[in-house]
């Protein structure tokens, strides 16, 4: 991968609302299909909210124009935000009940480069905390993208900066934190990340 391509999205990063699932965002874990340790969380929002509507456009905008100059006409270019009707597991089943209608990421960041996490009152949380982050949880994150060439898949990947964990939210299972549930990880490892402004993130969007 050229250094232009590495450098194509530095310096941008964009912060959307939502809902938490599976966070595991104080210790890195090997995933399933991952040798390399890494944060991660699953994060979605429904469909028609219109809170990440103006991201999302600059977002896809900025993934298709790498994909132009860098791997055009790429017919199976990957795009890393899914959406309930279109999303096919490996099976060729849906994902979960709870996902439909809405659309959502797995933004991850290597073992090296721990995402910031804060409360809604600007406050760091630490894995004394790890009760809080229930599957459901209302919260903000704080993302980047980067381009990768893996084993024959080509696309774009997001970079975990930063999680807000945000008061309410409806729990999904009643479940917590879960060491157990394998996360399907990237196996690009992010060389380089930047340090999350919580000050930044917090007044990128309105709460």
């Known amino acids: ?9 530095r310096g941008k990063d964009w912060t959307l609302k939502g ?3 599976f966070p595991k965002v104080f210790k890195a874990e090997v995933g399933e299909y991952s040798n390399k340790a890494r944060f991660s969380v699953q994060f979605f929002w429904e469909r028609g909210d219109e809170k990440n509507k103006e991201a999302l456009k600059e977002m896809l905008t900025m993934m298709k124009a790498y994909q ?3 791997h055009p006409g790429h017919k199976n270019f990957i795009i890393p935000i899914k959406d309930y009707d279109t999303y096919r597991k490996k099976d060729g089943n849906q994902a979960a009940d709870y996902l439909e209608g809405c659309r959502w990421i797995n933004p991850t960041s290597g073992e090296d480069f721990p995402p910031a996490v804060f409360d809604h009152q600007k406050k760091r949380m630490s894995e004394n ?3 809080q982050f229930t599957n459901g949880r209302n919260a903000l994150v ?5 381009g990768y060439e893996v ?11 930063a999680l807000i964990l945000m008061p309410g939210g409806d ?12 996360f399907k990880g990237l196996e690009e490892e992010i060389k380089e990340a930047e340090s999350a402004n ?3 993130v917090m007044d990128s969007i309105q709460i």
């Open 19 to 21: 809902r938490i699932l």
């Open 171 to 182: 729990p999904i299972g009643g479940a917590t934190v879960n060491p157990d549930v394998l």
């Open 142 to 146: 704080n993302v980047s993208l980067f």
């Open 198 to 200: 919580v000050d930044v």
């Open 68 to 70: 132009e100059e860098f």
């Open 151 to 161: 084993k024959g898949n080509t696309g774009c990947a997001i970079n975990l900066r």
């Open 129 to 131: 905390d790890a009760s």
């Open 1 to 9: 991968m050229s250094k232009k391509q590495k450098d194509f999205f």
